[in-house]
């Protein structure tokens, strides 16, 4: 009927994590290769992420690295390599360059472009079908409208992120390192994972107040401050066609995936049994309880993506 | 032979752009290329800029590089083939959809990607070659090493901004939002239209620099340092030697926002020094002193028009 899917960074967040709610795992985190056992970059770890996926009957896709420069290559190409060995159902690609070396492999697994892959139309979608892209994570700045529109007008799918930060600016340097301390060990370019807590950049406001601008940053991403959240229109994505929908789970905590899912997993299921008009009141109450900024639709209704508008 | 591209932000600038040297220029029709009303024209100026250009024996490319909606992508096409009858020589493209369909309706058209296409390695320029793209400009951080690898594997004509990198940091353009997370501007109010939802990216024509912003930054439980998200690269001279050598063929001046004076006087200058180094030239020092007498005058610009954008950003709701 639909898929609900969400990310796990490594093997640890795999295990911790309650990810019952979902029908795929996007593996790795695209945005740090340093970051630990992280499935994008560290090919040993792949068969153990994919089998405990696979045994929990969902489907495993991989993401690769978004911003590989040349020097990353050879072990972004010698981590594809080993995952072409496994079953992957998909690999998620947010590189150019990374479709042509696929295509050059002759690779027939599944091709998701990320969210870093600048997908705004759908003629860019039916471009993309030429090197074996079955899916899209359509660029956050665009509207419903939009996004509908490329679904109807395009052979591929669309994936619609549902809940969570939005990845609002990616880096190939860390940004929490470049700003460490001397007196902590990661200042002498040896990560001693300070991303693991969490770091905000805020802006204040002339009377010395925090709470004008809020971002998350996770070192090489900078993420929104409020999480992005849509339960309250479950029913409108559902009228809308949508079938693939995706909960942002990077730089959470572990119980994160599993408490925003169950709330997921259940809206949408009353939304595609057609019972409509559910009392989301409980369920807004425990995702802002989750958010420490708030929540935000994002993009979805054309405005300020930290805007929220909800049903009524 | 190597090209100096130089900006037009108005039909003034490119005229001037063209008397002091430039092969080329550049011009944005409004609502297509990332820049503010006052940096972009409308299309009589262009076709203007074009003849101009034209009567001095030189190019005139346009700027189409936002991603555009679904729903404009037809108002887009059609520009870039009004733009190609007025005798445009090209156009610098960002979205690859637009730049596939672009090379299919224009056939003998120059298409160069822009920055936008934020490419990080070489198999990106390849990717582009194999779209039908003529040439690329490469990000600011990449030296003569990234320039040769890029032209092992790609027969992409290579083009480079004339900045230096000092600074890591955040990628933009092509891959930041932040701008419009946080402030929005209702257009339809503005232009009669609503095509142009979310960053600068997409033709909202305002990226309110926040980047440039007077941040607080660190985890939430400690005292937060002070810090901007990014330091903007500075005016080069002194690569120019080795990256011709390297196979640049063409060098991009960018400031289609800055007064026309200053662009006047880097066109001049970037016009000496190039033809200095097609020359034989290999050494530059000579330019030492105009060199920094400029990059002064390109950081006091720059921080204007810092201000400004934040004043705007300042003013619309969230």
Same mark, same amino acid.
């Given at each position: 009927m639909f898929e609900l899917s969400t990310d796990a960074c490594n093997i640890k967040k795999l295990r911790d994590? %309650?990810? #019952? !709610?979902?029908?795929a795992i996007y593996l /790795? %985190?695209?945005? *740090?290769?340093?970051?630990?056992? $992280?499935f994008s970059s560290n090919a040993n770890k792949l068969k153990e992420g994919l089998e405990l996926v696979k045994s929990r009957g969902q489907k495993a896709y991989l993401r690769l690295y978004a911003v590989p420069s040349n020097h990353d290559m050879p072990w972004v190409l010698d981590l594809i390599d080993a995952a072409l060995e496994l079953s992957f159902d998909a690999f998620e690609v947010h590189n150019l360059g990374l479709l042509r070396v696929l295509q050059e492999k002759k690779s027939t697994v599944p091709v998701h472009l990320g969210v870093f892959g600048n997908l705004y139309t759908h003629e860019t979608a039916k471009l993309l079908k030429e090197y074996g892209v079955t899916r899209v994570y359509p $660029?956050?700045?665009?509207s419903l409208k939009e996004i509908s529109y490329i679904a109807d007008n395009s052979p591929i799918d669309v994936l619609l992120?549902?809940?969570?930060k939005i990845p609002l600016v990616i880096s190939e340097t860390c940004f929490i390192m470049e700003h460490t %301390? $001397?007196?902590?060990?990661? !200042? $002498? /370019?040896? *990560? #001693?994972?300070? *991303?693991l807590e969490d770091h905000w950049l805020k802006r204040g406001r002339d009377d010395g107040s925090l709470n004008d601008w809020s971002l998350k940053d996770t070192g090489r991403m900078t993420l929104s401050g409020k999480d992005m959240c849509l339960v309250e229109h479950a029913d409108m994505l559902v009228a809308e066609g949508f079938t693939a929908f995706y909960v942002q789970n990077k730089g959470e905590a572990d119980d994160y995936a599993g408490r925003v899912g169950a709330i997921y997993r259940a809206a949408l299921e009353r939304a595609f049994a057609g019972q409509k008009d559910a009392d989301c009141t409980p369920w807004l109450t425990e995702l802002g309880a989750l958010s420490q900024e708030g929540l935000c639709n994002g993009y979805y209704f054309e405005g300020a993506g930290q805007r929220y508008i909800g049903r009524n | 032979m190597v090209k100096l591209l130089a900006p037009g932000g108005s039909l003034a600038m490119a005229c001037t752009a063209i008397d002091e040297g430039a092969d080329v220029v550049y011009v944005g029709p409004l609502g297509f290329s990332r820049r503010p009303y006052e940096s972009e024209m409308n299309d009589a100026d262009i076709k203007s800029a074009i003849a101009y250009a034209h009567a001095n024996g030189r190019e005139l490319l346009v700027v189409l590089n936002t991603f555009p909606s679904p729903f404009e992508l037809p108002r887009f096409l059609a520009k870039a083939q009004l733009f190609a009858g007025y005798g445009a020589a090209g156009f610098v493209i960002t979205d690859i959809g637009a730049l596939a369909a672009l090379r299919r309706l224009l056939p003998e058209t120059a298409l160069h990607v822009s920055i936008g296409s934020g490419i990080s390695n070489a198999r990106d320029t390849e990717f582009y070659r194999a779209l039908g793209a003529d040439t690329i400009i490469l990000p600011y951080r990449w030296d003569v090493a990234e320039i040769a690898a890029a032209r092992a594997i790609s027969n992409i004509a290579l083009e480079v901004f004339l900045f230096e990198t000092v600074q890591t940091g955040k990628i933009c353009p092509g891959k930041c939002i932040m701008s419009s997370y946080l402030r929005f501007r209702e257009w339809l109010q503005v232009e009669q239209q609503d095509s142009f939802h979310g960053s600068a990216n997409r033709g909202a024509k305002e990226c309110y620099r926040v980047c440039q912003a007077a941040w607080q930054f660190g985890p939430s439980d400690a005292p937060p340092i002070d810090l901007r998200l990014r330091r903007d690269a500075r005016l080069m001279l002194e690569q120019l030697p080795r990256f011709i050598a390297e196979g640049v063929t063409c060098f991009k001046l960018s400031?289609?926002?800055?007064p026309l004076p200053m662009i006047r006087d880097l066109v001049r200058f970037y016009r000496k020094a190039i033809d200095s180094v097609q020359g034989g030239a290999v050494n530059l020092d000579h330019y030492a002193e105009e060199l920094a007498e400029l990059r002064a005058r390109w950081v006091r610009e720059k921080s204007k028009r810092v201000d400004t954008l934040m004043d705007r950003a300042a003013s619309y709701a969230a």
């Open positions: 994590g %309650d990810f #019952s !709610a979902y029908n /790795g %985190d695209f945005s *740090c290769p340093e970051y630990p056992q $992280n $660029n956050p700045e665009l992120p549902v809940h969570g %301390d $001397n007196s902590k060990p990661c !200042a $002498n /370019g040896v *990560c #001693s994972f300070p *991303c | 400031g289609r926002e800055r």
